[in-house]
């Protein structure tokens, strides 16, 4: 094994650990409403797509699960109980009753807080426990040792900034490429190429011979990507919140010119081409997931939702107490303009994908 | 898989967290000693032992490595690096230089600190990571997926403190078996074998046949078990301390009372008859480690030493103040009474035990 797969990504952010009322535990409802709406794709891809002879059924075989990005629960815990059910229905009617034992590894950031995630473990699980610790654009595992791989809505989390973003200065007095220039898109769009590349490649690594993969992918319908989105608006009252700050003199103006958020969504049509570049997977579905609208969270609950995902990214650059007041200030602008909680601005292309591993058999 | 397997034990103790001044990753360097003192015995069992030929060797195999009661760390890297050399070389010198992936998994209760070992994980390693949360007690991993199982100075906690000694308060006035009524020490040995039982029966699952088990263990030289030893001063000394708690009026007699160790030294001779009973595992060796006198740690030190691994009991009976100058005062009777630090008081007997799963081949 090369050293090199141990280099870690310079990504070093993660969602609110403990279970307190910021917590990403406690404000990650719609993040489930993702894996509920997913559900019954996933079992009918399962149904369709897992091949149990392969390899030939040994009791003492185990069927190994990994969560890329799983955060701290309880969201990881459904999904994967969600691949579990329908993997033992189709061995339980091709074995005679006989199952594999199930080993889960929840993956997540060396920073994230993997102690509340045990804490919180159910204590009525039938699976052995495993957390693998590092950025899934990393390898984390030996090679075909995987038999199924899953993530969820975490994929748009880029490695980092883009070089060209901050060495040409081109995003100043944005915090993302979402409504900017057309360079500040090419290049997000090129860091993700990148990115998801180097996650297909370990997970094709890791992954047996016909072992599957479903993602839940935050993107762009085709030929929306420059279009106001449920995504835009949230960033653009982030970013008007910073600049009340710099007006209050809270902060400077080059504090955020040098902040920019880490996330690309890719469209449909820019996910197919990547997959079949890698060559590695067939593409068993790609559907977009029905989702109530975020809206409906009202102020308070919207605002906690994303404080608990990007809260983190703010804290470091600029500070606990800057943060804080942000925050208090994307609420107070939700309060007073209503019409913001439009459900049109909050909604979000999720795309399914559902991949399984070329091999041999 | 059945459910019962994930019954967690009641134990709930764990070494002081983080890496803070009385944290247990800095004062661990004893524990380290006997790793180091182990080192040539386990280059040389692993070299007779580890048969590569089973199974046949594929370079996709994986060798699985678990570390029992790892702790924190920094000396669990030490271990797994002392276990992964040899078995390289022998890999190499038998397959013209090809090697499996190593996976490590590093196993401790729940409430242990999995956050800061994932933290000081060694950049350079060249092996994938994950820990596997819960009590060794227990099963923790699917069948037949472990190569060698580790664990270095942590089967002298059983999983909870004698019914025995509890229901009939048996032990009162006395916070250990050590130097007590026989059958406080009989309650003892047979928590001892009930645990050592169910850690030997759920290793003999998990491993491979052939799998390697390297152990260890806190133990008394046979014939000795009622003597005067290391253990035994720092205990009386313990108990001493709380005795004048209870004279200061800080804390009651009968919470002292209700106060036990949960911790026991087995002999040489109570060791060979418990793995000869399990019956699944080869003795391959069973030898006392040479050690460093703890006494050379001096007053503070040693002090340090025994707070980072015993302190949390104490603060979970008594509250964290109380705790905190328990030790204080223990440190004061090492300072006030330099004989106290003579090194035969501080020696351990540590026996260096390894196993081998017979299996069908």
């Not at 883009?162 to 979402?178: A, C, D, N």
């Not at 835009?232 to 040098?258: A, R």
Request: negative net charge; proline residues 4%.
């Amino acid at each position: 094994m090369e050293e090199k797969k141990f280099s870690e990504t310079s990504r070093k952010h993660y969602m609110k650990g403990g279970d307190g009322p910021d917590s990403y535990a406690r404000n990650s409802e719609y993040q489930k409403q993702v894996l509920i709406s997913a559900e019954d794709l996933i079992h009918q891809q399962i149904d369709e797509h897992l091949n149990i002879q392969i390899p030939r059924f040994d009791p003492q075989n185990t069927f190994r699960i990994a969560d890329f990005g799983c955060s701290i629960g309880p969201n990881t815990f459904y999904a994967v109980e969600n691949i579990i059910s329908p993997v033992k229905n189709k061995y339980e009617k091709s074995n005679q009753n006989q199952t594999p034992d199930f080993q889960v590894f929840f993956n997540d950031l060396v920073g994230n807080d993997f102690n509340t995630l045990f804490r919180n473990l159910p204590s009525n699980r039938k699976y052995f426990v495993a957390a693998a610790p590092g950025s899934f654009y990393d390898h984390l595992f030996p090679k075909k040792s995987i038999n199924f791989a899953h993530s969820s809505i975490a994929l748009q989390w880029l490695s980092k900034i883009p070089k060209e973003v901050i060495r040409r200065g081109i995003s100043k007095g944005r915090i993302h490429y979402l409504g900017g220039e057309k360079e500040v898109k090419e290049a997000y769009a090129a860091q993700h190429e990148e990115d998801f590349g180097r996650f297909l490649n370990a997970r094709a690594d890791e992954l047996v011979d016909g072992g599957l993969m479903a993602l839940h992918m935050v993107g762009f319908a085709d030929g929306d990507a420059f279009s106001l989105s449920g995504i835009q608006i949230e960033y653009e009252i982030l970013q008007s919140c910073l600049e009340d700050m710099v007006e209050l003199g809270k902060i400077t103006k080059e504090k955020v010119d040098s902040f920019n958020l880490p996330h690309y969504f890719p469209s449909e049509s820019e996910l197919k081409a990547l997959i079949e570049a890698n060559g590695s997977f067939c593409i068993g579905k790609i559907a977009k997931l029905a989702l109530p609208a975020r809206s409906k969270l009202g102020p308070k609950g919207l605002t906690l939702q994303i404080k608990a995902t990007l809260g983190m990214l703010f804290e470091e650059h600029f500070g606990n107490e800057v943060a804080e007041e942000v925050f208090k200030l994307f609420l107070d602008k939700l309060v007073e303009r209503p019409a913001l909680l439009d459900h049109k601005y909050w909604e979000h292309t999720i795309y399914f994908v559902f991949l399984k591993r070329k091999g041999v058999n």
